[in-house]
């Protein structure tokens, strides 16, 4: 199996995992109207110790982690201005071809 | 000579590729290889016709192999690239091999499979080829009963199709809400009642466990919630990229499987460009890396990697994914993450959420709107959202994932200008509504600390 097939299906694996997770906690929080998941559930490693150690970290942190380990996009410019910020065209774009 | 591009596949992203490159530059052979006979026809409204609202399936189709001939395209239909060499820069196609400066890769998606007993048996229909829907269409009138499987809105355009046609239809999913992996539950409520409104009959919280055949065609659908019996299984799981072409010429992949692509549409191998499913592109607010969009964003990534095969300089933006369908008579609809997704990646919100009405209280027609927007907590940043109801929801779900784009906040949006015209908006703009409310729930909460 390459590495991008190891990557590929652990991001699958922790995403399901952790959509699991975020089912049953938000189902709980609105009640009515919602069933027991019949989705097959994940493995113990998973449940007990990927998906609490990943919920205490930080978003920032995450986010960081994320971009370190190669998991973001790359040759992507982040779009989104952050609060206050004035808007301005993509760098490269404005650059060479005035859009 | 002129340059010479191939692009392969016929679909949304396809067609837009070669167009404009075409009309970018008019001295460039653009070579189009679709295994379809028909181009640029709607898929997404193939349901639509299924239920009758559109009269007819000629009607989805919007224009003709020959007109892109005229405009100067060479358009090689029913014709199935087998094999790419990269280094020669030539694809081959019927045995024969056809030369190319420029490649784009618009291959598309394959619906996912279920791993389940039976698989193989007739009367299971998988919707994507327009021929293969039409033949499906005709076959409708004689059947009774239908299984719909799968928690995509797919599946919900088709239950609601398949019940206006008179069709007793089960649709099971085994997220524990409708739509569980797109939904709120507070959002799926509303649609699921709206589908149950025209007959179908919703199974949550069901499992598909086989299909059983006699005379080598279905007649039932196993599951948790024990046999349903029927004419035909309707199969809308997950979209996968067709990565087969890319993958035989070392195209890269990434984390979900599908080619990696830069923000003008390059591969990883030189003079190689793909738009559409079969690649990914980054979600504005994680940046990782999402695929299996909608129409119109294989059509502008499309665009984008014809513009710049031609010569052009086009970037495309990390997207926000403005979403939304119909269920039954009732209109969902968002955009970048709802509380579910939210919760699941860990990222911090508040919620704020409101009802307006579409049109003035007291004109005909006008229809309660419901939002539900995501900001973070310590900007108030827009970050995702919900809504459900009438008419307007596509367009709200269009403007809030261009503002949340744009950094838009929940002050932002309280204070917004809007339209007032009694039939077609109100005085109150459900966004702001929902906004007003979120902003003053934040103070409370913030008095509450303070005191």
New interface residues.
Partial sequence: MSFTEIKHRLRARSEYGLRLAAMEDVGRRYGGGTHDSALPQVGLFWRYVFIPCFRRVPWSTKRKAMRALKMTARDWPEDARRFGEPWRPPARASQETGR | MSERLIVIGGGGSGTAAATIAKRVNPDMHVTLFSEFPDIAYSPCGIPYAHGREIPEFKDLFLSTVQRYVDDGLDMRMETTVTDIDLARRTVTARNAHEGFDKLILCTGFVWEQPDVPGVNLEGLHYVKDIRRAMEFDKEIDSMKRAVVIGGMWLGVEMSGALARRGLEVQFID????LL??LV???V??PA?EALEKLGVNVR????LLGFEGSGGRVRAVSS?AGELECDVAVVCLHKLPNTSLARAIGL??????AVVV??HMRTSAPGVWAAGDLI???H??????IGGLTGSHAYAQGRVAGANAAG????Y??VWIPWGFMAGDYTIGGFSIG???A??????YVIAKGVGVSRARYFPGAARTHVKLLAEPD???LIGGQLHGGEGIKERCDFLAFV????A?LEDLAWMENIYSPPIGALFEPIQIAAQTGLAEQARRREQVTA
């Fill in positions: 085994d997220g524990p809400w569980s992996e709120d539950p507070d799926a409520e699921q949550t919280g069901t499992r948790s890269k992949l990434g984390t979900i499987g830069d923000d990914e592109v980054p504005g607010l994680s940046m990782l890396p052009e300089d086009r970037s933006d990390p509380e579910t997704l919760e699941a990646m860990g990222i911090p900007t108030l940043r949340a784009k744009r950094g906040t």
